[in-house]
Structure formats: C-alpha cells, structure tokens
C-alpha cells in the first residue's frame, strides 16, 4: 500500500515538474517570438485605479457640436495606488451615446481606472473603465474554495491543471498565434498535453487515464477535420466581427492567420466536454470491470455505448447552448434589421458558430466509441486472465 501510495506522489510531482518546464520554456521561446506593437495613443504607465468621493455636477450637454457627447459629469476622486496615491483630483467627464452605456451613471465609492493626459500646461483625466479586478478575483477564490472542499485532493488536482490550461493558452498558444507559426499542428500538440496533463494528474498513469486520453483525443481529432474540412466547403475567411478587422489591418505587422483562429476556437471549444465524455466513460467502465470481472470484451464495448448515450444529449445540448448564448446579440441585430432568412443563414457569424457546435458535437460522438473500444482492448488480456484462472476475483489494473 506504501509502496502504490510512494509510485502514485511520485508521478504526480514529476507530471508537476514536466508541466512546469514546458510552460517555461515554451512561453519563453514563443514571448521572444511575438513581434511587439506600440500604441502611440496609450501609455500603461498612465493608467491610474482611483475612487469616486464626490459628483459635482451631472448634466446633459446642450451643445450640439461636441461631437456626439450627451452628458457631462463632474466628479472629485482620489488616486488609490502608484505615484499620484492619495491625490484628489477633478474630472470633467464627457459621454458619447456609447459611452453612457458603458459607463454612466456613476456615483460615490465608486471604484473606477482613470487614464492620464499630459497636454504640457494642461493635465487632464478621462474614466476609461471601472475596476473589475477585485470582484472577478474574490469569485474566483469562492471557486477554487470550494471546489477543494468538495473534491478535496482532485479538487485541488482540478485547480492546477486548470492554471497549467489557462497558462498554455494564454502564455503559449496566444504568442505562437502573433508568431505567425503553423498553430494547427501546435493547437493540437496543446490539447495533448492539456489532456495529458488533467488525466494524469486525476487518476495516476493507469488504463484508464489511457482509454480516456486516446478517446478524447480521438474526438478532438474528428472535430479538427469536420472543422478544417467545413472551412473549406464554406470558403469561410475568418472574419466574423469588427474585432477581426482590426487584426487584417496589422497584418503588415502581424500576419495572422483567421482560419487558424477559427479552427483553434473549435478544438478548444470543445475540449472541455469531451474529456468529460471520455473521463466518464472510462471510469464507469473501470468500475463495471472491476465489480464483474467475468465481464466479455464485446460487452464492455456495448456498456461503454449506452453510457455514452445517456451523456452524448447533455454535453452536446451544453455545447450548441454555449454557443447560441456567444451569438445571441449578433443574431439580435440581424432580426432587428430585417435580415432576409436567407441572408441570416449564410452569414459566415452564424456558419461558424453552427460549425462549431456541429463539429463539437461529433467529437464527442466518436469519443465515445473510440474510449469504449480502447478501454475493451487494455483490459481484454486482463479479463480472459481472471476468467481463466479464477472467475469471483477482482480485476486489477
């Protein structure tokens, strides 16, 4: 028992280390990749968190010129941090019609990010953005609390492979992204390892972390060619929304590729749901093994397929769902202007939102199978052994 419990530390914490490097040198190496491009309208270092004290004046603008400002508020705040902390200052704040969505009304206490203006003689302030940090970290640590308490060592073991995911996203796919390199093949080398990772850190090296992964990454595979395949049938360019625009301008800086962006933004989708659907499969497998052990290979499989029917309709309901509510404003606008039905469906926003779910979709289907055949042929020799030698005992791993 000592010497399992001694094996099972010790590929938790060589999964940690090999974690640790990967995510260091391969940051390292795409960071020094990215090409770096300087604003001229923002500087960082001006951005100041403040907190409202007082409004002094709130007021609609009777000026018509003042290109489309609305409402002016005059407001008294002080500085909460870096070098102007604790400094009072007064700003005359002017809101656009969209701005006032954004941001208006405010009020004392407040807490609010201030940006700097050096005109020279004249300093002035502008409210860009509340502050949001605190509340999103405070829900955050509710997260992480309770989900150690209820899954206690998994819980924890969930928590830090969920920060080696968001690490490898954020840190290593999104510079790979700027870096202009083939992020098809990388985005798939990523859902290995994040596969890897979460599995082996959940339940050890075992058969089962294995069916789980070949069928998971199996799933993920048949997303990636329906979603590379559908791509091309559809001649979709990648350009989905405004904020896709502004990436084809850079691309004299930047040369990014938007079908890349697309294929990733499946995979990735869909990555969290399959591994579910395979986890789940492989582990009520396991379990079915175990508890019979006399259990036939065919039967297995066949089990495997009618768990995985009872989880197919709610992960791929999970799936579409996800993304009807990602496409729930554009589709507003659509019907608000009286698109024509026509017109809605071969929208390339809406093309690639289905595709994505559909892709999804599948992946998960043929995970299924591809989980349930995998766990069948690493337990076979372990089922004809134990019917063989002695039918009422358990089956080991």
């Given at each position: 028992?000592r010497?399992?419990?001694?094996?099972?530390?010790?590929i938790?914490?060589?999964?940690?280390?090999?974690?640790?490097?990967?995510?260091?040198?391969?940051?390292?190496?795409?960071?020094?990749?990215?090409?770096?491009?300087?604003?001229?309208q923002?500087?960082?270092?001006?951005?100041?968190?403040?907190?409202?004290?007082?409004i002094?004046?709130?007021?609609?603008?009777?000026?018509?010129?003042?290109?489309?400002?609305?409402?002016?508020?005059?407001?008294?705040?002080?500085?909460?941090?870096?070098?102007?902390?604790?400094?009072?200052?007064t700003?005359r704040?002017?809101?656009?019609l969209?701005?006032?969505?954004?941001?208006?009304?405010?009020?004392?206490?407040?807490?609010?990010?201030?940006?700097?203006?050096?005109f020279?003689?004249?300093?002035?302030w502008?409210?860009v953005?509340?502050?949001r940090?605190?509340?999103?970290?405070?829900l955050?640590?509710?997260?992480?609390?309770?989900?150690?308490?209820?899954?206690?060592?998994?819980?924890?073991?969930?928590?830090?492979?969920?920060?080696f995911?968001?690490f490898?996203?954020?840190?290593?796919?999104?510079?790979?992204?700027l870096?202009?390199?083939?992020?098809?093949?990388?985005?798939?080398?990523?859902?290995?390892?994040?596969?890897?990772?979460?599995f082996?850190?959940?339940?050890g090296?075992s058969?089962?972390?294995?069916?789980?992964?070949?069928?998971?990454?199996?799933?993920?595979?048949v997303a990636?060619?329906i979603?590379?395949?559908?791509m091309?049938?559809?001649?979709m360019?990648?350009?989905?929304?405004?904020?896709?625009?502004?990436?084809i301008l850079l691309?004299?800086?930047?040369?990014?590729?938007?079908?890349?962006?697309?294929?990733?933004?499946v995979?990735?989708?869909?990555?969290?749901?399959?591994?579910?659907v395979?986890m789940?499969?492989?582990?009520?497998?396991?379990?079915?093994?175990?508890?019979?052990?006399n259990?036939?290979p065919?039967?297995?499989?066949?089990?495997?397929?009618?768990?995985?029917?009872?989880?197919?309709?709610?992960?791929?309901n999970?799936?579409?769902?996800?993304?009807?509510?990602?496409?729930?404003?554009f589709?507003?606008?659509l019907?608000?202007?009286?698109?024509?039905?026509?017109?809605?469906?071969?929208?390339?926003?809406?093309?690639?939102?289905?595709?994505q779910?559909?892709?999804?979709?599948?992946?998960?289907?043929?995970?299924?199978?591809?989980?349930?055949?995998?766990t069948?042929?690493?337990?076979?020799a372990?089922?004809?052994?134990?019917?063989n030698?002695?039918?009422?005992s358990?089956?080991?791993e």
């Amino acid at each position: 028992m000592r010497k399992k419990q001694g094996i099972t530390i010790a590929i938790y914490t060589i999964t940690i280390l090999i974690s640790l490097l990967i995510s260091y040198f391969g940051s390292l190496y795409y960071t020094s990749k990215m090409p770096v491009i300087e604003n001229p309208q923002y500087d960082s270092a001006q951005f100041h968190n403040a907190k409202i004290t007082a409004i002094i004046s709130d007021k609609p603008s009777n000026n018509e010129n003042d290109f489309g400002i609305v409402q002016e508020v005059i407001f008294k705040a002080t500085i909460s941090k870096g070098p102007y902390q604790h400094r009072e200052i007064t700003v005359r704040q002017q809101f656009t019609l969209q701005t006032m969505e954004e941001l208006y009304p405010i009020k004392a206490g407040d807490s609010v990010i201030l940006y700097r203006i050096d005109f020279g003689s004249n300093i002035e302030w502008v409210l860009v953005s509340y502050q949001r940090e605190s509340p999103l970290w405070f829900l955050s640590g509710i997260f992480v609390v309770l989900i150690i308490l209820f899954g206690r060592m998994k819980g924890f073991s969930s928590i830090v492979s969920l920060g080696f995911t968001i690490f490898a996203i954020f840190f290593i796919l999104i510079p790979a992204i700027l870096s202009n390199v083939n992020i098809y093949a990388l985005s798939l080398g990523i859902v290995l390892y994040v596969t890897l990772l979460t599995f082996i850190l959940l339940s050890g090296i075992s058969k089962k972390t294995i069916a789980a992964t070949v069928g998971c990454f199996g799933g993920i595979a048949v997303a990636a060619v329906i979603a590379y395949t559908w791509m091309e049938i559809m001649k979709m360019s990648g350009v989905l929304s405004d904020e896709y625009i502004y990436l084809i301008l850079l691309k004299d800086e930047i040369p990014i590729d938007l079908r890349g962006i697309m294929f990733i933004a499946v995979i990735i989708g869909a990555l969290g749901a399959i591994m579910d659907v395979s986890m789940s499969i492989a582990s009520a497998l396991e379990e079915i093994m175990i508890n019979s052990p006399n259990i036939k290979p065919a039967e297995v499989v066949t089990s495997g397929l009618n768990i995985g029917r009872d989880i197919m309709g709610t992960m791929s309901n999970t799936l579409i769902l996800a993304y009807i509510g990602s496409a729930l404003p554009f589709i507003l606008l659509l019907i608000i202007y009286a698109r024509p039905a026509s017109l809605l469906a071969n929208s390339e926003y809406i093309a690639s939102e289905i595709m994505q779910a559909v892709a999804g979709s599948l992946g998960i289907l043929f995970a299924m199978p591809i989980t349930a055949l995998t766990t069948a042929a690493l337990y076979k020799a372990s089922i004809k052994k134990v019917r063989n030698i002695d039918p009422n005992s358990e089956l080991k791993e």
